[in-house]
């Protein structure tokens, strides 16, 4: 089974986090799986970018990018080149190392 290493973030897992995941199953869902918390407030529909990830290995195994993922990706606070949302973005049978951006955009959840 491929693995997703996950690099170091402040607030969802301060030591990074490594796991296998089931292939066709999306980022995002293997994340909750396994405990992190990623915002994904949209419940997963390709609505909003709140799950917004940078993938740093195996961008080309998590399948296209339609255009609704792109033209949402452009709204992306710290958007890259390997950038996708961890709800569209589907593991196959490759390794992924994956960083969750420090902010993303969701006024509901930001403390004021």
Known sequence: MPVIRILPHASLC?????????PGVS???????H???IEHACEMSCACTT????????YG???ELDEIEEDLLDKAWGLTPTSR?????MVSDQD???????????HAREEH
């Open 14 to 22: 301060p030591e990074g986090a490594q796991f296998e995941a089931q």
């Open 27 to 33: 980022v995002c869902e293997a994340l909750l799986e």
């Open 35 to 37: 405990g992190i918390e």
């Open 51 to 58: 799950c917004h990830v940078v993938v740093k290995q195996g």
């Open 61 to 63: 195994s998590l399948g």
């Open 85 to 89: 949302l961890s709800c569209q973005a």
């Open 96 to 106: 992924v190392t994956i960083e969750i951006p420090k902010y993303t955009i969701n």
